[in-house]
């Protein structure tokens, strides 16, 4: 089917508002402020509050905007230019994904209107979604409720989040489960990150009371992962750009041997390489999130060679932004190594680079 993949005014005037409520409260000081004592409650309280991004594609009557992902993708695409720490992937992104599938109108409603962060916990280990390979195990506990025990990891925001969504199998079959912040038995353990702008964490859970969300994890889960590389699609088109523009910005500023080093032609390739790379990037972002839109079913697929073709790129632009910058990019105190390490966990967080060409071959015949 056709596709609508360009965004139309009203979206572009999120863009504007998402982008100048980030330069104020989401600049350079802000991004090392977060990294040192983690996001600002203040912030996102006026974040999801007045810009009201958190609920864009719930419905309405749940406390939504009734908007697309074409709404969510640009926000993604704009936290990605600021680096700066906030719960919104993992609450808008993750968190709003699974209730859209889940019936829990009350909470759906709480998440969209930025009271409640949530994340989903589903992986076991650090070879991707395997509905068979769950080992987090749901019991009746006598009553209406579960418990449950086992263990998560790479849970994102996990250390924080209001609500955890989390899989576990109920008669071998994997069911989505919620989880209180302050459940007893429940342990919570940040683990160390490359980039300490996206935390994660280990979730312990030994008996932990739970209430059950919805059955079909199986099916339910692959979806919100794709939702979810549609997303980070997104968020690295907007670092790279922002990078790309970093660099084009120093280039014409930094003097060597009385000229602006972006008269160089050295320079002036790199830099037309990055421009590529970041177009690249945005055509097969842009196809994630209209797919996210309008064709589910399309989906998979270009999920799949959105997580590849913009992981790849991000991480390349990345690199040859610190190498244009210099001695200066390799420091603590500029933030071109930032996106050096975002490139790299976002590249990996929803899959690698092998294992989305291995489901491109699928998804295709091949």
Known sequence: MSLRLTPDADAEDLRQVVRDFLAKHGDTEAVFRGIEHGWDPEVWRRFATEL?????????????????FREVAIVAEELGRSLVRLPWFSTAVLGIGVLLHGDAPDLLAELASGEVTATLAHLEGFDGWDPDGVRTVAEPDGSDGWRLSGAKTLVLEGA??????VVATVDGEPAIFLVDEGAAGLVRRPLPTLDPTRPLAELLLDGVPATLLVGGARAIVPVVLDRARAALAAEQVGGGAAALDMTVGYAAQRLQFGRPIATFQAIKHRCADMAVQVEAARSAALWATAAAAEAPGELPLAAATAALVCGEAYTWVAGETVQVHGGIGFTWEHPAHLHVRRAATGAALFGTAAAHRRALLHDLGV
């Open 52 to 68: 009201g991004v958190v609920g864009l594609d719930v419905p309405e009557e749940h406390g939504g905007a009734g908007a697309t």
């Open 160 to 165: 924080t989040a209001n609500v955890l969504f």
